[in-house]
Every structure is written in C-alpha cells, then in structure tokens.
C-alpha cells in the first residue's frame, strides 16, 4: 500500500476502534508503519473519532519530525516508535482504553489463557507491562518487555495495546483481548475460574 491507501485504511480502523467501543471521545491512539518512507500515520490528539477525517491524521519520522499533517500527533507517539524501532515485524500499533481489558490494567493483573482462541490471535496470556508516565519512551520500553512473544498487553493504569503485522490483525487482537477480558470478568463473578492447561495450550499452538 502507498501512504494514501495506508491513510484511509488508519482512519476506518480508528472509527471501528470507536463503533466497536474501544476507544471513546478522543482517547487511545493508532498508527501504522511505512516502510518505504521510514515513517508512520497516526492519530491526532485531541480529535474526536466520531468527526475525524483524513486531513486529521499525522505523518511523522520516528524521531518526532510531522512530515504531513496541520495537528499535534498523539501524545503517545513515543510508545508507537518505540515499538516500531524495536519490532521490525510489527506495522500497526492500536492503544485503547477498552473497558473491561483496562479494568484489569487497573488492577495490574494478568488476563490467563481462558479461551483456546486467545492462543492464535494474542499468543497466550496476556501479560501486564510495568506502569510508563504517558507521552514518554518508557510506556513504550515497558511494554516491549512483555511483547517478545505475545500481540497484546495490559499498561499498568493505563489501557491497553495491540500489535499486528498488518492493520486488520492489530484490530482483531484488540477486539480479542476486550472479548477475554469481559467473559474472564463474568468468569471470575460466576465462580471457580478453569484455566487451560499448558498442554492444551501448547497443542493449540502445534495444531
């Protein structure tokens, strides 16, 4: 895709982001990676998902440089290069403050392996990465160090984030993670928790 088909395909995720209910008013954040340009699209700050178009969204390198765009970037934008610096797998990065999944960010607990599907669309568990100050490199760092092998995590009293290799699979994680999140918190009102076991998870994953 060029950087105009990446443009349009930002700003549908953005809005589903918003219809599905994870994100609400202007909060959260979503950008994508172009290769060949060395620089990512990526939400505005402060810009109502409701209202936002494609004049609304931010070009910039990884250092911070706006190359496109008349607004600031969201204030995370040091999460998403981060992120982007260090996985060089990794084309898509969605933050929101999904209800549920951000519950348990609150309470800085781990969401286990409750559902068979949480192993292909996240990789497993999903962790909780160490508490960052927003809009700086460590909310990034911090959450690199539970990425090695997962496509989501919780942010300690934050929200939570998603990585794809492409865009829909970034959005589909997300919508996976809040999925897990809800039924684990019915789960956990209902009764005695059933965890899967290693080996179910493991043959899972060989299957």
């Not at 395909?9 to 609400?24: D, M, Q």
């Not at 949480?118 to 490199?137: H, N, Q, S, Y």
């Not at 684990?184 to 009102?189: D, E, G």
């Amino acid at each position: 895709m060029n950087l105009n088909e990446l443009k349009h395909e930002l700003l549908k995720t953005a809005k589903s982001s918003y219809n599905l209910g994870l994100v609400a008013g202007t909060s959260g954040n979503v950008s994508v990676y172009d290769k060949e340009t060395d620089s990512m699209i990526i939400t505005a700050s402060s810009v109502p998902y409701d209202t936002m178009t494609l004049e609304d969204l931010v070009v910039l390198k990884l250092d911070g440089t706006i190359l496109e765009g008349y607004n600031q970037p969201s204030s995370e934008w040091r999460m998403h290069a981060q992120i982007y610096i260090e996985r060089k797998d990794i084309k898509c990065v969605l933050h929101t403050h999904s209800p549920y999944a951000t519950g348990f960010a609150v309470c800085q607990e781990r969401i286990p392996v409750i559902l068979i599907e949480m192993v292909p669309f996240i990789g497993g568990d999903v962790p909780v990465a160490k508490f960052g100050m927003p809009g700086t490199d460590s909310v990034g760092i911090e959450a690199l160090k539970v990425l090695d092998d997962r496509k989501a995590c919780l942010l300690s009293n934050h929200g939570t984030l998603a990585i794809g290799e492409t865009i829909d699979k970034a959005l589909t994680t997300s919508i996976y993670l809040e999925d897990a999140a809800k039924i684990y918190h019915i789960a956990k009102n209902a009764g005695n928790v059933k965890i899967l076991s290693e080996k179910e998870i493991n043959a899972m994953k060989n299957s």
